[in-house]
DNA sequence: CTTGACTCTAACGCAGCGTGAGGCTGCAGG
DNA sequence: CCTGCAGCCTCACGCTGCGTTAGAGTCAAG
């Protein structure tokens, strides 16, 4: 019945001595005896405790979860096993969704010519508010309508929608009636510029028209449409003649 | 020009009070100002930076990394972007062979009796050393075995090992010669059965042997296989004729 | 003037050890 | 016997990103 010092249980198990006294200390681990000079000394049966240690934490339990499952008995840790399995599954899902947004912005900046700072900073807010009021689903059909589109159509969207904002900024600045014959080529304009984005979806028009409620300051900031221009402008697209 | 107290910035953020005053600590974002009483004052820059601080570290910056990809310029941060992506790729790919694991264990926890204490922790165990001595496509290549064989083949195996070693030790402890008539049934049978698991693929088999060098305590312990019976087998086995 | 809602600073707590500091122990060599 | 050196011991702070009291001042309203 041979002991083992710390030293020897760390070159064994490739554990630090640190490791150790923290397991003792903690209570997960205590040393079989201790010698006359107070050194800790491990058995067998310490070694195999060590081993199943060692185990549970490479499966991401935490020690008191080890403890707890080493201390009690079979059926707690099967149970311990599937919250384990659960949870595990929980934070990749999170992970895989944080690295999808990750890698649009990869290719954002591999595609683009987007290096300054402030626009960098901009397309990361943008996919921030997003994900923060769309659903999963509904930024996955925002993808694919994307793909459809294609990046020329894409191109053209962006270059002409400041456009239509800043005419439809003037028409409102001048107090032209929303109703009028003039304002009414903006309101088609910008009505399809929407649809062309939402695709017709409804859901996705609601988030988007919440988006811009909660996150008037920043999207005003980004798009240059603040409320008071969203107002004006969904006049003028109520007022026009049916379907166009 | 408005100011706005930490509350005030709480509810428009969301961000705790505690956390302001973290960040300000830490100098992540100094407030605007200070009113007379020492009330900390934000003002629109701040709630700028407030939102990129936000948006960076929703893409899992730590609170040093933000600062520094603030701080300096695009480049740094499209930087600092590519390096996130790498880390979480990888931390990603960890969590999935963690997965795989657990996964693996509940499928056995749910197709098994297996609910003894023991033997859940040998399963663990095993599970775990083998990830230390086989790569991931060893590994990926004795499960597709496994499923070659099927569960009844499997369940044959098991229950043939601790016969065959059971005959070897006994023949090994009455001093019989490895290479004699008696022994080489027995020496035959365990070739065989390691071959099941190999599968003939010499990395596998080599991997087995260091394993069962290096970690001799837990594998006898498992099997019943110490280092004196393995050279004992290995000696019957070289004098085997030829192929079997 | 009192209340209640808000603010301030200061400081511990968390998980799981890493990393010293300062001081014994135990064995080998001179 | 003394000296070294490796190994052991016990504190105890440090790290991340805040949560959570605790004690005390401030502001606007009743």
């Given at each position: ?16 001595v ?5 397991y003792d ?6 040393p079989?005896a201790?010698s006359?000079?107070g ?15 060692v185990?549970?934490?490479a ?5 008191d979860?080890v403890?707890a499952?080493?201390d009690?008995g079979a ?6 096993l ?5 949870r595990?599954?929980e934070t ?19 595609a ?5 700072g402030?626009?960098l900073?901009?397309?990361?807010e943008?996919s921030t508010?997003?994900e923060?009021y769309?659903?999963t689903?509904q930024?996955?059909t925002?993808k694919q309508r ?9 191109h053209?969207?962006?270059?002409a929608?400041?456009?239509v ?5 003037a028409?409102?600045q001048?107090?032209?009636?929303p109703?009028?014959?003039?304002v009414?080529l903006?309101?088609q ?6 649809r062309?984005f ?6 996705i028009?609601?988030s988007?028209?919440t988006?811009?409620k ?7 900031q ?9 107002a004006y ?12």
């Amino acid at each position: 019945m041979k002991l083992l010092t710390v030293g020897e249980v760390s070159r064994r198990t490739g554990l630090t001595v640190r490791t150790l006294h923290h397991y003792d200390a903690c209570g997960l681990l205590r040393p079989a005896a201790r010698s006359g000079a107070g050194y800790r000394l491990y058995g067998e049966a310490e070694l195999r405790r060590l081993q199943h240690i060692v185990s549970l934490k490479a499966l991401g339990f935490t020690l008191d979860a080890v403890r707890a499952g080493l201390d009690a008995g079979a059926p707690t840790l099967a149970e311990a096993l599937l919250q384990q399995v659960a949870r595990l599954r929980e934070t990749i899902a999170c992970q895989h969704a944080l690295l999808a947004r990750l890698e649009q912005l990869e290719q954002q900046l591999a595609a683009g010519e987007v290096i300054d700072g402030d626009t960098l900073l901009s397309t990361i807010e943008a996919s921030t508010i997003m994900e923060k009021y769309f659903t999963t689903e509904q930024l996955e059909t925002i993808k694919q309508r994307g793909e459809m589109l294609g990046t020329e159509r894409i191109h053209e969207v962006e270059l002409a929608w400041p456009q239509v904002i800043a005419g439809m900024t003037a028409a409102m600045q001048l107090n032209k009636d929303p109703a009028s014959e003039e304002v009414r080529l903006l309101a088609q304009k910008w009505h399809s510029l929407v649809r062309e984005f939402t695709g017709g979806d409804a859901g996705i028009q609601h988030s988007l028209n919440t988006m811009f409620k909660q996150e008037a300051g920043t999207t005003q900031q980004q798009t240059g449409i603040d409320p008071a221009l969203m107002a004006y402008a969904c006049r003028a697209i109520a007022a026009l003649p049916a379907q166009a």
